[in-house]
Nanobody
Framework: QVHLVESGGGLVQAGGSLTLSCTATGNIFSANTMGWYRQAPGKQRELVATAATDGFINYADSVKGRFTISRDSGYLTVSLQMNSLKPEDTAVYYC????????????????WGKGTLVTVSP
């Protein structure tokens, strides 16, 4: 089975930093795209940042210049360095991966982590 294991959430004051990490485990042929989405209270889940193995990186406008997403050399771990955090960044952050399993003959399937809470105090 494929599992996405997240870490790094917590409580931080405005202006501070946190780093989120997510590792994909299981019968994985490839994970073309990995990244992070978040869901704030009363809001829909929204994209934060994604990174593909071909180098394409996508950031939400609200985090550009503050957050940096990266993939490890094995392309099974994704990290999100979050700087200059704002109270409006408070949300549950979910790791995302587009995973091709097994022998690599099928299209990618979306997988989600359980979420890690990031709370930014004023």
């Amino acid at each position: 089975q494929v599992h996405l294991v997240e870490s790094g959430g917590g409580l931080v004051q405005a202006g501070g930093s946190l780093t989120l990490s997510c590792t994909a485990t299981g019968n994985i042929f490839s994970a073309n795209t990995m990244g992070w989405y978040r869901q704030a209270p009363g809001k829909q889940r929204e994209l934060v940042a994604t990174a593909a193995t071909d180098g394409f990186i996508n950031y939400a406008d609200s985090v550009k210049g503050r957050f940096t997403i990266s993939r490890d050399s094995g392309y099974l771990t994704v990290s999100l360095q979050m700087n200059s955090l704002k109270p409006e960044d408070t949300a549950v952050y979910y790791c995302y991966a587009d995973v091709v399993v097994g022998g690599g003959k099928n299209r990618g399937v979306d997988y989600w982590g359980k979420g890690t809470l990031v709370t930014v105090s004023p």
